[in-house]
């Protein structure tokens, strides 16, 4: 395998070698002055500023530092050479040359012909920079090269699985933790400066020329600024430096255990520790660009001087914030996370029986019972749990929650009632959580409704327990009969998927999208002289989005497979499953009367028809009462299909 490491890093050579001199040719090209002549131009080096000069002479020092070391490749005299040697001398060569074209675009990125003129130069002309980019186009282009040295060190962690000797998994082991180092303050120090420059060329428009003998660029940014920069800025920079030290001490313990004799699936911890590199260098990009003038240390020094003088009130805080959304909006990714790992950590075949031999002895215990019909593993106290604590999260992470009752009707406990909940969305776990706000049970007291849900979340581990302990069912006409006997009133969604496959039309068409095509539950409402409840929400559809909207492919997969695709749940930050600041609004409607039905008679479909209409009337009537109440709803547009 070594031969294709040599050929490759060969290639690498014989690419990047003879591209640093032409991307210096093309930056001299680019910024040369107008009617220079070439005395002049053979000082370009020293002529762009400070940094330009040191970041030149770096690139030109590795520059030759990789043709020495990559002659004896070169010159084919490599047979001679040890297989072990061959991969040092390729692999240190081929990582010098990319350095050196990385740092000869760092320092054309920086080229600055503010430098002060000497006397003799004072009427020389003037440099060109009609061509230099922006401070954010500058900065996007160092967060790259950041990411670049992480693909970098990467690579090199991939391809000592394929070393022969111990000093040459050493040596790259070196190069990639000097390719983690380099990205990263490559990343937060010139990328920030970069970004935050206050004067200078990167500001000024495109066209102009500079005058030498204007003073150097002012900057505010700092390469130590500690809690500085606003929140974000200190958020991400956490999580970046974090990821960094994480996949720092990973090389340092894959080289000791390389050193040791005892190293074991290279290839997975290097995998994890280069993923993590690359992590790290999106998070120090995101943050230059959230970083903003002033100072969050007063906030903080306040946050851990509560954390020290009282931790079990502020652990306390936390999970009453975090936990029910942890619950609610992340299941599914903790297995697929958990799941994902044990293959990448363990020899697949052992991760295969462990999952097998698990879930088998799972599926044993749980299974008993029907818990998805019966609601036998319902656990009181998680359900005590979640009222104490749900509205908290939800206000701290939604905003603003409302739980409004339309009407005086009293809702009389003894009664049976289905509550239908629109609109269904991407992730409709308001329908679950609702009757846990106590606002729920001050306006509805005595009443707390069994939520129907698809059948598939009770097949997932986790998602199935959580579900099953917070007393959710599966919705199916055997399950909604023996709801309605146990718990007196149920919660569904009337719309269900054929309501999701439209809600991206409420962040492009401003559309609010309710699918009235299900009548089901009206006829169910009847046979068991259950009252019908128009429930409405507001904000949760905003909360989550699906960043790949096809809205053609969602409906044919709908439509022959049962679930669209694709579909992917995102919320905030644009990544996470976390709902975004959307805020909240539950109408709670007036209870629709059936006409009294004689049990085990047929019911009458004109029945179903009028309490079918007055039913979504009433949810039209609701959503037009409410929405221009509710911020950014003013101007959205009730859509019945």
Known sequence: MYDYIAQFSFAAICLFIPSVPVTHFLGLVAHSPRSAKLKYLLLYPVKGGRHHFIFQIISWGIWVASIFVALPLLLRTHKAIRAAHVEILSGSAATGAVFAELFMIKSLLVFNPKAKATNDESTSPRWNTSRLPSKGAASAAVMGLGLVWAALGGSLLLATEYL????????YFFLAACCLLVGATTTHGLGGSLRHKQTGPF??????????RQPEPVTTWKFYQPFRGGAWFVATQAMGWALFSISLVCLCWLLLQVVAGVAYCIRCWALITGSVMFCAQLFLGMSIWTWKEGSVAQGVA???RQVVTNPAQEAASWSAVWLPILMMYSPVQVVCTVFSLSFMLLPASFAAAMWVGGLAVYYAVTLPGAPE???RRESALIQKWCHKHMETAL???FGNVEVVREGSTPFDPQDRFIFGYTPHGLFPIGAGFLPYIPTWGKLLPGIVPATLVASILFFTPLVRDLVSWCGLRQVSRRTFVRALQDKGSVMLVPGGQAELVHTWRIKHRQEYVVYSGHKGFVRMGIEHNAKLVPVVVLGEVNALQNPIDLPGLQRWTYKNLGFPVPYWVVGRWGV???????GLKFIIGEPICPRPHVPGTKVDEAEVDRLHKIFYDKVAELF?????SFKGYERVKLIMI
């Open 576 to 582: 996470s499953p976390f709902p975004k600041r959307a």
């Open 164 to 171: 022969q000797d111990t000093v040459s998994k050493e040596v």
């Open 624 to 628: 037009t009462q409410h929405k221009d």
């Open 373 to 375: 019909h019966t609601g």
């Open 395 to 397: 206000k701290a992470w």
């Open 302 to 304: 306040q946050t851990v």
């Open 203 to 212: 500001t000024m428009e495109l066209g102009a020329d500079v005058d030498p």
